[in-house]
């Protein structure tokens, strides 16, 4: 990423656009003193759980906020340079935005569908919500950048200094980004005398262009208690709200998980100025579930799983900035498919990212040693798999799996969670559907696929390859593992060798459910493209120390 401090964004955004009246006392507020003459406005709407930006490419974005109460979201968009000075001449672009109404039905969040962005531009971006009377409330300021385009793009490489915008380029076309899941899981929630959540500042200080969430968002499955004693006599001191304090059933306690999370200064930070591209898995729902299932676990008076999804389904949507699949500029419309939250996310000739979802269309958890073939993505989104990645011109083509696939993961002492049935022999089950996608990808010539993912509590890279496999009609490629971020560490499991992977590196806790406390068992991981394209890996933890690192060469 350019070189660039908040601080120097917001300086030219106001220098530009007038400053903006804030409420004191918020992550990223700034005070204005109130013209003589001009009536106080009281009860202004105010900005709970911060802003983020979400699902951005090379030519739009997802602009994201929850209200205090019923209002409008308004986005103002300024082209900065690497100094957070306007960009002029043809590199200028402003521009504001009117996005959907917060009210009670959407829990007061609110979204834009930003288009027809400029490519590789970086953008100063100030938000705020109306009320019925067109007041304006609090105004929080944020930033990010669109992905470069084939031209290599636009807008934040004026690095020589002159500010005309004459090229609109960067001089690199580089980028990065980190990923990792399972935020607030095993009762280990924000500990404020640790400093919160701390393995999303160190996320945040890698400066990333952007940062998948691998999933479990939320553990709404998990009660998040006042302390709990760890190990070796620690006490750990949770932040708690009411709807954290048992196991998530109403939609109010769903959208609870995530308003808890948004509680954290090391997350509002981090999406104010990085945009996610977010995935579910179970814990956004119940642990291991599948459709249909009916739980039986003594905690909840609702035990029907599609009940719990669909109003897990509808916090999650309201949280993450989420791309819709239409809409235009500025509509204020989501755009949202019920049934389909999996997505390409283009980001330019060097990356797209294919965003999947492992849980929606997952058929029971079984021992996963069925002669037929069983569904773990469904028919649909696997054919979308294949036909997406395979025309991509992208040099690089990122899987971003919310489970991993040679990972053993057990539900219970038969079943297995994870698409791997702990048989090493020929494809059964789930496995079915990944030799299927795997093989039409070789007779389709597709090249530099990488498959990142979280889920399992600890780090690691794994190497699959035809030679070490029982099943062979597929060419070589990595998978990636990371996280916790802020949960309990587990791990490592045990691997499935159907498709041959063998371990490169790991590393977990010392111990099962080990504490986010000193930051070493909980872990992210970065990529870096550089200029030449080469795939820069590193699993860091959350201290933010480079545990293991290697350069993927792209394949011409």
């Known amino acids: 990423m350019t070189p660039f401090t908040r601080r120097n964004v917001l300086k ?3 220098a530009a656009a007038g400053a903006a009246v804030a409420v004191p006392g918020t992550a990223h507020a700034s005070t204005a003193a109130r013209p003589s003459g001009v009536a106080l406005v009281r009860n202004r709407l105010t900005l709970p759980s911060g802003i983020a930006t979400g699902d951005v490419t090379t030519d739009s974005g997802v602009l994201w906020s929850r209200a205090s109460g019923p209002g409008r979201l308004v986005a103002s968009l300024l082209a900065v340079d690497d100094g957070g000075s306007p960009l002029r001449g043809r590199g200028a672009f402003q521009r504001v ?27 100063a971006l100030t938000m705020h919500f109306e009320d019925a009377d067109g007041n304006a409330g609090e105004t929080a300021q944020g930033s990010f950048s669109t992905a470069p385009d084939t031209r290599g793009g636009n807008g934040d490489g004026n690095r020589s200094g ?28 924000i500990n404020e005398e640790i400093g919160g959540m701390r393995g999303y500042a160190a996320m945040h200080a890698t400066r990333p262009d952007f940062f998948i969430h691998s999933g479990d968002t939320i553990y709404a499955d998990g009660p998040i208690a006042a302390q709990a ?80 999804a ?15 699949l239409g809409g235009r500029s500025g509509d204020g419309s989501t755009g949202f498919e019920p049934a389909r939250i999996y997505r390409k996310i283009s980001r330019g000739p060097q990356l797209d990212i294919f965003c999947l979802d ?40 990122v899987i971003a ?98 498709f041959g992977p063998e371990v490169a590196f790991s590393k977990a806790g010392a111990y099962a459910n080990e504490s986010p406390r000193s930051g070493e068992s909980q872990y992210f991981g970065h990529v870096d493209l550089g200029d030449d394209d080469v795939f820069t890996v590193s699993l860091r933890n959350a201290n933010g120390t480079v545990l293991w690192s290697k350069d993927l060469q792209p394949e011409r």
């Open 12 to 14: 030219g955004a106001i």
């Open 97 to 123: 935005l009117r996005g959907t109404a917060a009210s009670e039905a959407t829990d007061f969040t609110a979204r834009i569908n930003a288009r027809e962005l400029p490519a590789g531009t970086r953008f």
């Open 162 to 189: 002159d500010n005309s915008g004459g090229n609109r380029g960067r001089a690199s076309r580089g980028q990065s980004f980190v990923w990792t899941g399972d935020t607030a899981g095993q009762g280990w929630g």
């Open 229 to 308: 004693t760890e190990p070796d006599g620690n006490i750990w001191r949770n932040l708690v709200t009411e709807e954290v304090s048992k196991v998530a059933e109403t939609l109010n306690e769903f959208r609870g998980r995530h308003r808890y999370n948004m509680m954290d200064k090391n997350i509002r930070a981090l999406y104010a100025e990085v945009p996610v591209i977010a995935q579910w898995d179970d814990h956004e729902t119940h642990n291991n579930w599948y459709p249909g299932q009916i739980i039986t676990d003594d905690r909840y008076t609702e035990r029907r799983v599609d009940v719990l």
């Open 310 to 324: 669909a109003r897990g389904r509808q916090a999650w949507q309201e949280y993450q900035p989420i791309s819709g």
């Open 358 to 397: 492992m849980r929606t269309f997952k058929d029971p958890n079984t021992d996963g040693k069925e002669t037929n073939l069983t569904h773990i993505l469904g028919q649909e989104q696997a054919d979308w798999l294949i036909k997406e990645v395979s025309k991509s011109k992208a040099t690089w083509k």
């Open 401 to 498: 799996n919310d489970l991993p696939l040679g990972v053993i993961v057990p539900d219970g002492p038969v079943n297995q969670e994870s698409l791997s049935n702990r048989d090493a022999g020929a494809p059964l089950g789930k496995e079915l559907e990944l030799a299927g996608v795997l093989s039409a990808f070789k007779r389709n010539r597709v090249k530099n696929v990488v498959w990142l993912t979280a889920d399992v509590h600890y780090c690691a890279a794994h190497h699959y390859s035809p030679e070490r496999a029982a099943f062979q009609d597929f060419d070589p490629f990595w998978e990636f593992v990371a996280g916790p971020i802020n949960a309990g560490s587990f791990g490592p499991n045990q691997l499935d060798g159907t």
